[in-house]
């Protein structure tokens, strides 16, 4: 089964930018190497020569935009999750920067959030962050998911790798 | 080739990498039992490089193919040339190490790590076996498609 290779949105995002200003026509050459060289060089004169003008606007994050339902929560909010009253069963995706196939399942877990609402809630964690927190919950490989049930007798379920979507639901509706 | 040093886990790791965009860990950390390597922000270009030229030839020598997403195979390429910078090493960038240094120096889960070189399994999705469902047709990746789909990373 092939994933969709874009992110999955349900509306249009909220303009969080100022519409692009128009450059001025008369640029000059030295302006236009500086600003369009793709040395890592050129931010850092742009930024210090005055006045700053935005010639385009900067494209928006790709994979931790506002609009996107999955947050990332840190290791006291999960505990304070856990610890606290549920009545919906709690998903946790512990994932890595340069993880590839954490984007993949990000795209799931989205996808899975706009179904499920809230019947489910689904958070992830940045590994290299919350390095000790992965650590003592025994995050090896990565991506790995934590389902967990609403009701404090049942146990985890605990997943390593890319899971087809179907699982995930079925996993899901079988611990609540 | 690199020639890899066991440093004791206290010392600080700014000796013998040259890395430039190493920083040394706080004094407070330099005691811990393990040193925390943190991810910087971005890798270096020519890192990036050398682990997309290393793909590139891995993949035609082992019969691998990249992922017919190429954003995971540009992703993983920087986590790798990533964790070369700041470990010296490419550490494999989808797993989670207790100790990082440590792992590099052990070489287990050094990219192509071990699973890989015996059984051409790569949970990275970077080398994918043709009948992997998520298998491509390409062996090849450019730095123009890398650093496009891993743009506001």
Known sequence: MLLASTPFSVYAPPKLLSPPVQPSPPLKTRDAATIFSTTTKSPISLLQSPPRRLLATPPPGKFLREDYLVKKFSAKEIQDLIKGERNVPLVIDFYATWCGPCILMAQELEMLAVEYESNAMIVKVDTDDEYEFARDMQVRGLPTLYFISPDPSKDAIRTEGLIPLQMMRDIIDKSL | ?153
């Open chain 2, 1 to 153: 080739m690199t020639v890899m040093r066991a440093l004791p886990a206290t010392m600080s790791y700014a000796v013998g990498f040259g890395v430039s965009s190493f920083t040394a860990p706080p004094t407070h950390l330099r005691s811990r039992r393990f040193v925390i390597v943190k991810v910087s922000a971005e890798p270096s270009d020519k890192s990036v490089e050398i682990m997309r030229k290393f793909s590139e030839q891995y993949a035609r020598r082992s019969g691998t193919y990249f992922c017919v997403d190429k954003s995971v195979t540009s992703v993983v390429i920087k986590g790798l040339a990533d964790h070369k910078d700041s470990l010296g090493a490419p550490l494999c960038p989808c797993r989670h190490y207790d100790d990082k240094a440590a792992e590099a120096t052990q070489g287990f889960w050094n990219c192509p790590c071990v699973p890989m070189r015996e059984r051409k399994e790569c949970h990275c999705m970077l080398f994918l076996t043709p009948d992997n469902d998520f298998a491509g047709d390409e062996q090849v990746i450019s730095m123009e498609e890398i650093k496009e789909l891993t743009v506001n990373m």
